[in-house]
């Protein structure tokens, strides 16, 4: 049974930090795409980070050098460092997985809040 369970979400005043979790189970998680979506209330879900098999990274402009995405492969877990955080970074953050043979999955999310 495939399984991603984000953590680490909550509240925290603007220029605070937070790092969300997502741990994986049920596939080939090295072998996967990991990224991070979110959902602020009223707004369609959006991407924010990629992190391939290989290492490469990609991230959403309006994140670029606040927010960083990491894996640790001997935890099945992937990982989103949140820097500089902005009242408008306020959603729920989702953890997807993508897998060329195992298809795509998604956590049940993790609730960001940051106040002015």
């Known amino acids: 049974q495939v399984q991603l369970v984000e953590s680490g979400g909550g509240l925290v005043q603007a220029g605070g930090s937070l790092r969300l979790s997502c741990a994986a189970s049920?596939?080939?998680?090295?072998?996967?795409?990991m990224n991070w979506y979110r959902q602020a209330p009223g707004k369609q879900r959006e991407w924010v980070a990629t992190?391939?098999?290989?290492?490469?990274?990609n991230y959403e402009d309006s994140v670029k050098g606040r927010f960083t995405i990491t894996t640790e492969n001997a935890k099945n877990t992937v990982y989103l460092q949140m820097n500089s955080l902005k009242p408008e970074d306020t959603a729920v953050y989702y953890c997807?997985?993508?897998?060329?043979?195992?298809?795509?999955?998604w956590g049940q999310g993790t609730q960001v809040t940051v106040s002015s």
């Open positions: 049920g596939f080939p998680f090295s072998r996967s795409t």
């Open positions: 997807h997985a993508n897998n060329p043979t195992w298809g795509y999955y």
């Open positions: 992190i391939t098999s290989a290492g490469y990274t």
